[in-house]
């Protein structure tokens, strides 16, 4: 969670005065994971809510496999367990929007801008199926980096962004477009990395984004109960 | 529609690898990788070359924080050693790249000054 939180602050009206408790937007996920090291395989579902606030602040709200409340603010994140009344609250200097959303500064709002941004062009085009495949050339290719990056469409649709460098391939596909917000929106997502002794695969689904909604009570939190167990970590 | 795609992506980023294992010392090994990645490791070297035994200090008090997403899910338990062993694991190899570059900086001031005080990381 890097980069991307600094996109919730571009996309969600970073500018705004509007109320913290306000939501953006919301979403029920469901995270599954598969990972495979050193010759064996884990697998994790994770379930639960989602709240991108107009402030920026995104909240998790996780039911399956824990009860988990995570709220992640520009130089907070608390991660609150109300069952067992713990919470870690890890305050960063380095902001952690910021830090937190470091995957790729490629990965904005417009992918293909982004790209060209970041000093790369469309170096050659390929119709795959339905797809059509845009592959990226750094315009003065810097000396000590060996990276290929494609992006595809189908129509107006992102479907895929993927990078390969040094043995590493990390691979993001964007399936299930339905309308939301009066556009249209990826519902499930998918993201591979592998490299030679490490892969994940991650299948992110989405249901029910709205627009228009209220947070519930229990996550406009501003105390937290006396007798629970709180650990600061200052980075 | 900003909001949407913004949701989008923060979803897509919030799919970069978690990884569960049962065991601390399991997590404790996720969080010292995780650290390894996140550390930059140039920056730190160059830190200790340009700042010598100032920025060594730096290396140990000014921590990266690890990503969010991570945590997504994970036990209090599991946060709890992951986060130890992330701070310490990536203060601990800040302070040997940061050491590493005072260390090559004091060499070259040495050979390069004549009369040059040595640097306090060679005290």
Redesign the interface.
């Known amino acids: 969670?890097?980069?991307?939180?600094s996109?919730?602050l571009?996309?969600?009206?970073p500018g705004s005065q509007s109320s913290i408790q306000t939501p953006?937007?919301s979403?029920d996920?469901i995270?599954a994971?598969v990972?495979k090291?050193r010759g064996s395989t884990?697998k994790?579902v994770?379930r639960?809510e989602?709240y991108?606030m107009e402030s920026g602040t995104?909240i998790?709200s996780?039911s399956?496999?824990?009860n988990?409340i995570?709220w992640?603010k520009r130089d907070t994140?608390d991660?609150y367990?109300p069952d067992?009344k713990?919470l870690?609250r890890?305050l960063?200097?380095?902001s952690?929007p910021d830090?937190?959303?470091?995957?790729s500064r490629l990965?904005?709002?417009d992918f293909e801008n982004q790209l060209h941004k970041a000093g790369l062009k469309v170096e050659q085009t390929e119709k795959r199926g339905d797809t059509t495949v845009l592959i990226w050339a750094f315009v003065k290719k810097p000396t000590k980096i060996n990276i290929e990056i494609e992006t595809g469409r189908i129509a107006d649709d992102l479907v895929l962004y993927r990078t390969r460098a040094k043995g590493t391939k990390l691979e993001?596909q964007?399936r299930d477009f339905r309308i939301?917000?009066?556009?249209r929106?990826?519902h499930h997502?998918?993201?591979m990395?592998i490299s030679r002794k490490?892969s994940?695969i991650?299948?992110?689904r989405?249901e029910s984004?709205n627009?228009d909604v209220v947070l519930p009570d229990n996550l406009i939190v501003t105390q937290f109960p006396g007798n629970t167990e709180i650990?600061i970590?200052n980075? | 529609?900003?909001?949407?795609?913004?949701?989008?992506?923060?979803?897509?980023?919030?799919?970069?690898?978690?990884?569960?294992?049962g065991q601390a010392g399991d997590v404790c090994h996720q969080a010292q990788r995780d650290a390894r990645h996140?550390v930059n490791d140039t920056l730190w070297f160059t830190l200790g070359c340009l700042f010598g035994v100032f920025g060594l200090g730096a290396a140990y008090l000014?921590?990266?924080?690890?990503?969010?997403?991570?945590?997504?899910?994970?036990?209090?338990e599991y946060?709890?050693v992951y986060?130890d062993c992330y701070?310490d694991r990536a203060r601990d190899i800040q302070v040997k790249k940061s050491f590493n570059g005072c260390l090559i900086w004091s060499i070259v001031a040495l050979l390069g000054g004549g009369g040059v005080a040595l640097s306090g990381c060679l005290l």
């Open positions: 969670m890097i980069v991307f939180l996109f919730i571009f996309t969600v009206n953006a937007l979403a996920f995270l994971t990972t090291e884990d994790e994770v639960g989602l991108v995104v998790f996780v399956t496999p824990v988990q995570m992640l994140t991660i367990y067992e713990k870690f890890i960063s200097k380095d952690l830090r937190n959303t470091n995957v990965l904005g709002f993001f964007f939301a917000d009066d556009r929106v990826p997502i998918r993201s990395f490490f994940k991650e299948d992110l989405l984004i627009t650990k970590v980075w | 529609m900003k909001k949407t795609l913004g949701l989008i992506l923060l979803l897509t980023l919030v799919a970069i690898p978690i990884v569960t294992y996140d000014i921590l990266p924080s690890p990503s969010a997403a991570r945590m997504v899910g994970k036990s209090s946060v709890n986060i701070k």
